[in-house]
Protein backbone atom coordinates (compact mmCIF):
# COMPACT_ATOMS: atom_id res chain seq x y z
CA UNK A 1 0.00 0.00 0.00
CA UNK A 2 2.80 2.79 1.32
CA UNK A 3 4.46 1.92 -1.89
CA UNK A 4 0.96 2.62 -4.41
CA UNK A 5 0.46 5.55 -2.51
CA UNK A 6 4.17 7.04 -3.84
CA UNK A 7 2.87 6.94 -6.80
CA UNK A 8 0.06 8.42 -6.39
CA UNK A 9 1.67 11.33 -5.37
CA UNK A 10 4.51 11.11 -7.71
CA UNK A 11 1.83 11.20 -10.14
CA UNK A 12 -0.05 13.74 -9.39
CA UNK A 13 3.20 15.53 -9.09
CA UNK A 14 3.70 15.16 -12.81
CA UNK A 15 0.18 16.41 -13.84
CA UNK A 16 0.84 19.14 -11.83
CA UNK A 17 4.08 20.04 -13.16
CA UNK A 18 2.46 19.66 -16.73
CA UNK A 19 -0.39 21.36 -16.13
CA UNK A 20 1.33 24.60 -14.29
CA UNK A 21 4.27 24.77 -17.05
CA UNK A 22 6.92 25.39 -14.19
CA UNK A 23 4.96 27.86 -11.92
CA UNK A 24 5.06 26.90 -8.08
CA UNK A 25 3.86 23.86 -6.91
CA UNK A 26 2.79 23.70 -3.18
CA UNK A 27 2.04 20.63 -0.94
CA UNK A 28 -1.29 21.81 -0.49
CA UNK A 29 -1.89 21.79 -4.18
CA UNK A 30 -0.75 18.50 -4.44
CA UNK A 31 -2.00 16.77 -1.90
CA UNK A 32 -5.51 18.52 -3.13
CA UNK A 33 -4.66 17.07 -6.65
CA UNK A 34 -4.27 13.48 -5.07
CA UNK A 35 -6.96 13.48 -2.48
CA UNK A 36 -4.85 12.94 0.04
CA UNK A 37 -3.91 14.27 3.35
CA UNK A 38 -1.11 16.27 4.29
CA UNK A 39 -0.37 13.60 7.05
CA UNK A 40 -0.17 11.03 4.52
CA UNK A 41 2.14 13.49 1.90
CA UNK A 42 4.46 13.86 5.26
CA UNK A 43 4.60 10.22 5.87
CA UNK A 44 6.02 9.41 2.27
CA UNK A 45 7.78 12.52 1.62
CA UNK A 46 9.76 14.96 3.84
CA UNK A 47 8.85 17.91 1.29
CA UNK A 48 8.71 19.02 -2.21
CA UNK A 49 12.09 18.14 -2.97
CA UNK A 50 12.08 14.92 -1.33
CA UNK A 51 9.28 13.52 -3.87
CA UNK A 52 10.63 15.97 -7.14
CA UNK A 53 13.94 13.74 -6.60
CA UNK A 54 11.80 10.25 -5.83
CA UNK A 55 9.53 10.81 -9.20
CA UNK A 56 12.87 11.91 -10.87
CA UNK A 57 14.05 8.30 -10.04
CA UNK A 58 11.05 6.47 -10.69
CA UNK A 59 10.58 7.90 -14.02
CA UNK A 60 14.30 7.38 -14.98
CA UNK A 61 14.16 3.62 -13.80
CA UNK A 62 10.78 3.66 -16.09
CA UNK A 63 12.89 4.47 -18.95
CA UNK A 64 15.90 2.32 -18.59
CA UNK A 65 13.12 -0.45 -18.11
CA UNK A 66 11.58 0.68 -21.40
CA UNK A 67 14.96 1.06 -23.21
CA UNK A 68 15.79 -2.74 -22.19
CA UNK A 69 12.26 -3.83 -23.25
CA UNK A 70 12.55 -2.01 -26.93
CA UNK A 71 14.73 -3.84 -29.52
CA UNK A 72 15.78 0.18 -30.75
CA UNK A 73 16.36 1.82 -27.34
CA UNK A 74 16.14 5.15 -29.29
CA UNK A 75 12.38 4.68 -30.31
CA UNK A 76 11.52 3.46 -26.95
CA UNK A 77 13.49 5.97 -24.77
CA UNK A 78 11.63 8.95 -27.21
CA UNK A 79 8.36 7.68 -27.14
CA UNK A 80 8.89 7.51 -22.78
CA UNK A 81 10.32 10.45 -23.06
CA UNK A 82 7.75 12.73 -24.36
CA UNK A 83 5.40 10.99 -22.06
CA UNK A 84 7.81 12.08 -19.04
CA UNK A 85 9.06 15.09 -20.30
CA UNK A 86 8.11 17.52 -17.20
CA UNK A 87 10.16 15.45 -14.78
CA UNK A 88 12.96 14.60 -17.60
Known amino acids: ?3 NTK ?3 SDGLIR ?3 KENGNRITVTSL ?3 CGISRQTF ?3 FKDMDDVLEWSAARVTDELV ?3 RDTADMRS ?3 SYGYGHA ?3
Do not use: D, P, T
Open 42 to 44: YYH
Open 16 to 18: LIE
Open 86 to 88: AVL
Open 7 to 9: IKI
Open 1 to 3: MSE
Open 65 to 67: RAG
Open 31 to 33: IKA
Open 76 to 78: GGK
